[in-house]
């Protein structure tokens, strides 16, 4: 169970607690007359998304790519399907990576530093296309991967869809 709240909202996007929140049960718990109309329809958007995804989220494997509790300010969590035919994956950049990192002045280096995701669970034999990074088999994309690049507090949501041939 996950909630979109007004925590932080200064300093947190709406996307980036969308995007936490799409990663469990899905419940807004902000204060929805205090969002602009900007903010109501960018959350329409995502409550369809999640709509979208829910069953592989909440059904499907899921692939810790980059563990909260590491060093790196990247996150990064893969859900797959059952029957691999497709795989959602939640990539985030903390300001920090961790408390030692943060400690460290970790926050300091380049928000544009890429993050390197080696995607797990596809089917090797099969084709999967992610909009905006191509077509490629599961085996490439599990080891070549993709490079996926955030600056500080930002995040996306990827989808991975096995191509019909």
Known sequence: ???????????????????VAMQGVLGIGGNLNHWTPAERTRAAKHVALYKEIRPTVQHGDVYRLIPADGP????????????RSEAVV????????GADAMLE??????????????????????????KGFGTRS????????????????????????????
């Open 105 to 130: 002045g970790y926050h300091a280096t380049d928000p544009r530093q890429p993050a390197a995701l080696r995607l797990q669970g596809l089917d090797p034999e099969a084709r999967y296309q992610i």
């Open 90 to 97: 939640f990539a985030f950049r903390r300001i920090g990576g």
């Open 72 to 83: 790196s300010p990247y996150v990064a969590t893969q859900y797959v399907a059952k029957d």
């Open 1 to 19: 169970e996950a909630w979109v709240t007004d925590v932080n909202a200064s300093r947190i996007s709406l996307d980036f607690r969308f995007h």
């Open 138 to 165: 599961g085996l490439a994309w599990m080891r070549a991967g993709l490079t996926v690049t955030l600056g500080h507090q930002e995040s996306k949501v990827l989808r991975v869809r096995r191509v019909v041939q």
